[in-house]
């Protein structure tokens, strides 16, 4: 080869290697990427009254989120996340349905998002939760979906609550251990006033505040909606509270925790919710266990509900794990809780029966 052109052959060689090299570091960290989960399962399941088997989707979901570094210190950020039903596309949710937002992060002074996101009660979670599928008990005892069934949703609201145009500040770790939120949602479609009802928005605010140092965590978080039960002529609205609090521990192969909550109508119903969730790891195997009960509403409300679930995962690694799940819900006479998980588990209609799911689902994420 002449040796004006072996030069030239050895440049664009070097300089296709330096490209590809500055293609690969740039793939490593992009401002961006894609992520989710995939979590379907098959299912033979009661209503109280009716067996039926089907396959249902726990929550799947795809996003895209992001990070722009303006500085060391200093950073912009987004996301965007769809809930997704592969088994089912009609289920399929709209559009960043789920934690969608934008918002700046500094290391020194926390974080601030604008968005539709998750309030800081439903987030407050820690070590103590660790079950999926039927199993996440959290939902139905906790954040009161079987009492909003039993009480009646115009009464009595769950909160689970991910909530749209809202604004929420996260402090940076704190002592290298405790983190603090407050979030505020104003009421975008505030009601005009009438001739006998002033106006009145039913804004949300909350608050939590956690430590967790990898082994002991333990946390307090508070919510509340005005109006939630709006004004009369005659009688003022009542806010929808919560408070709940919650406390975990792990030891080496053992994660246990505690959840208590408080949730009251401001109009003479109120439930005390407690549950207890552990897990034991064997390797990639996990056995898992959560036991809880909703207390009653009033005096001789019989509309109490007691959860059991039970279950068993193996991790082949950490993005694909098979699972298999038993749990069951038992109504007081006047409670119709049921499981919420899924997309269409079946309501329970008639009050007092107890809804039960056995499954074996996959989790693939991405």
């Not at 039903?85 to 559009?95: H, L, T, Y």
């Not at 965590?217 to 939630?228: C, R």
């Not at 959560?290 to 007691?306: C, F, H």
């Given at each position: 080869m002449h040796s004006n052109a072996r030069k030239?052959?050895?440049?664009?060689?070097?300089?296709?290697t330096l490209s590809m090299a500055s293609s690969s570091a740039f793939a490593q960290s992009p401002e961006f990427n894609?992520?989710?989960?995939?979590?379907?399962?098959?299912?033979?399941n009661n209503d109280g009254d009716t067996s039926r088997m089907s396959v249902n989707n726990f929550i799947s979901r795809i996003g895209l989120r992001g990070e722009h570094k303006v500085s060391p210190a200093f950073s912009g950020i987004f996301q965007v996340e769809t809930a997704i039903a592969p088994d089912d596309s009609g289920n399929s949710k709209a559009f960043a349905s789920r934690n969608s937002f934008v918002g700046i992060k500094s290391g020194a002074a926390g974080t601030l998002i604008l968005g539709n996101h998750d309030m800081p009660l439903k987030t407050l979670g820690g070590g103590a939760y660790n079950l999926w599928a039927q199993g996440d008990l959290e939902e139905v005892i906790i954040h009161g979906k079987a009492s909003r069934v039993a009480i009646g949703s115009a009464n009595f609201d769950n909160v689970h609550t991910r909530k749209t145009s809202m604004l929420q500040y996260t402090s940076p770790k704190l002592a290298n251990a405790?983190?603090?939120?407050?979030a505020f949602a104003p009421d975008e479609g505030k009601k005009a006033a009438t001739a006998t009802v002033p106006a009145y928005g039913k804004a949300m605010w909350g608050a939590s505040v956690e430590y967790n140092d990898g082994m002991f965590n333990a946390g307090l978080a508070t919510q509340s909606q005005a109006n939630y039960i709006a004004p009369t002529a005659t009688a003022d609205g009542s806010a929808m509270k919560a408070h709940k609090a919650v406390l975990g521990i792990k030891v080496a192969d053992f994660t246990g925790g505690l959840l208590f909550s408080r949730l009251d109508n401001s109009a003479g119903r109120k439930t005390s919710n407690l549950m207890a969730t552990g897990a034991y790891a064997l390797g990639a195997t996990t056995l898992r266990l959560s036991l809880g009960r909703s207390?009653?509403?009033?005096?001789?409300?019989?509309?109490?509900?007691?959860?059991?679930?039970?279950?068993?995962?193996?991790a082949f690694d950490k993005s694909l794990a098979v699972y298999s799940y038993f749990a069951r819900l038992q109504n007081d006479d006047n409670a119709k809780g049921t499981f919420v998980a899924s997309d269409n588990f079946p309501a329970v209609t008639a009050a007092g029966k107890d809804p039960r799911a056995f499954g074996v689902g996959l989790r693939y994420n991405f």
């Amino acid at each position: 080869m002449h040796s004006n052109a072996r030069k030239h052959f050895l440049a664009l060689a070097a300089l296709s290697t330096l490209s590809m090299a500055s293609s690969s570091a740039f793939a490593q960290s992009p401002e961006f990427n894609w992520y989710g989960r995939i979590d379907l399962a098959l299912e033979q399941n009661n209503d109280g009254d009716t067996s039926r088997m089907s396959v249902n989707n726990f929550i799947s979901r795809i996003g895209l989120r992001g990070e722009h570094k303006v500085s060391p210190a200093f950073s912009g950020i987004f996301q965007v996340e769809t809930a997704i039903a592969p088994d089912d596309s009609g289920n399929s949710k709209a559009f960043a349905s789920r934690n969608s937002f934008v918002g700046i992060k500094s290391g020194a002074a926390g974080t601030l998002i604008l968005g539709n996101h998750d309030m800081p009660l439903k987030t407050l979670g820690g070590g103590a939760y660790n079950l999926w599928a039927q199993g996440d008990l959290e939902e139905v005892i906790i954040h009161g979906k079987a009492s909003r069934v039993a009480i009646g949703s115009a009464n009595f609201d769950n909160v689970h609550t991910r909530k749209t145009s809202m604004l929420q500040y996260t402090s940076p770790k704190l002592a290298n251990a405790v983190v603090a939120k407050l979030a505020f949602a104003p009421d975008e479609g505030k009601k005009a006033a009438t001739a006998t009802v002033p106006a009145y928005g039913k804004a949300m605010w909350g608050a939590s505040v956690e430590y967790n140092d990898g082994m002991f965590n333990a946390g307090l978080a508070t919510q509340s909606q005005a109006n939630y039960i709006a004004p009369t002529a005659t009688a003022d609205g009542s806010a929808m509270k919560a408070h709940k609090a919650v406390l975990g521990i792990k030891v080496a192969d053992f994660t246990g925790g505690l959840l208590f909550s408080r949730l009251d109508n401001s109009a003479g119903r109120k439930t005390s919710n407690l549950m207890a969730t552990g897990a034991y790891a064997l390797g990639a195997t996990t056995l898992r266990l959560s036991l809880g009960r909703s207390g009653e509403s009033a005096d001789n409300a019989k509309d109490a509900v007691s959860a059991t679930a039970l279950q068993v995962d193996h991790a082949f690694d950490k993005s694909l794990a098979v699972y298999s799940y038993f749990a069951r819900l038992q109504n007081d006479d006047n409670a119709k809780g049921t499981f919420v998980a899924s997309d269409n588990f079946p309501a329970v209609t008639a009050a007092g029966k107890d809804p039960r799911a056995f499954g074996v689902g996959l989790r693939y994420n991405f």
